[in-house]
DNA sequence: GCCTAAAATTTCAAGGTTGAAATATTTTGC
DNA sequence: GCAAAATATTTCAACCTTGAAATTTTAGGC
């Protein structure tokens, strides 16, 4: 992909958008070690096995791995890994989808609801108060503006 | 830490703040990925490489593991690792700090300065070619809202 | 001058992550 | 029907990551 126009020609606006995109990563890193920290405490599991659960959770008829791994934005082994641990702790069980034997549906098991239920309140705390400095109307602006430019850059890619 | 009052107060503020976090990490993930292949393909680095590589290059004179650690918001025993893959590759150094031989300070090389240089301008490039679509006044805005949220968030604990 | 505490780093096990190769199964073209 | 292409997943090596334990060295208290 050749860089834009707009690339090429305000080299003042690529400098705020290079300090917007560190200042990014180092706000969600703060905040994703935190999150890892207490789950780890907490609920004794990690960051990414709450992802396969909370997107499972949204789905009770289960997901195929490949969906899995697109809508968790992480490569097809690493679901894998992750869907294996929880089977083994009770959580996640496996099946197969119609007569199509390639295929292996993930979905929570009753087990593996309740503990969701449980991590994704203590969750949406930690949250809030992660978040605490950030108004009602800067989150709604913030989200608005961020929600914008993924979805712009996807569709292109 | 409790819970702020306006924690309590507004739990639509909280849902808020709960859709923010979850586009931010998002553009951040698909930002990263990018970045992560882009660095593979063009310099056959990684984005922990680059970002120790980063790091040392604003401080010429070297920095302590435990500095290198605290800036870039990773446990030690990692950048042990990744400093020792960037030595091997002849691209950092380590020395020791005044008589001091618990110390250990890396620094870049000749050949690590030139390579990270390149690294910079073609990384400073992406960015604006995956912020594209966000204009100079909303990078500017997001970002000073980050900076806050975050060194509030902080300087708290 | 010792002994203990503190400080800086490394080591290590367990798990997460990717990308590529391998495996297994189904679909398609003929 | 069958060979080849396509699809879904797993396996694997290399690297990243953490948190705790171990190691090495220095600083402090006496």
Do not use: C
Not at 28 to 34: H, Q, S
Not at 55 to 68: C, K, V
């Amino acid at each position: 992909m050749d860089a834009s126009p707009e690339t090429l020609e305000k080299p003042a606006a690529n400098k705020e958008r290079l300090r917007l995109w560190i200042r990014l990563l180092r706000a969600a890193r703060v905040v994703e070690g935190e999150l890892r920290e207490r789950l780890k405490r907490e609920f004794d599991t990690t960051l990414p096995r709450f992802d396969v659960m909370s997107a499972l959770y949204r789905q009770p008829e289960g997901m195929l791995m490949s969906d899995l791994s697109r809508f968790l934005l992480v490569s097809n082994g690493n679901v894998t890994g992750i869907v294996d641990r929880l089977v083994t702790d009770g959580f996640v069980v496996r099946a197969n989808r119609d007569g199509d034997r390639r295929t292996s549906i993930a979905r929570l098991t009753e087990a593996g609801s309740a503990r969701f239920a449980a991590m994704a309140e203590a969750h949406e705390i930690w949250i809030a108060e992660l978040l605490g400095e950030v108004s009602e109307e800067d989150a709604r602006r913030l989200s608005v503006m961020l929600k914008a430019f993924r979805s712009n850059w996807e569709n292109e890619h």
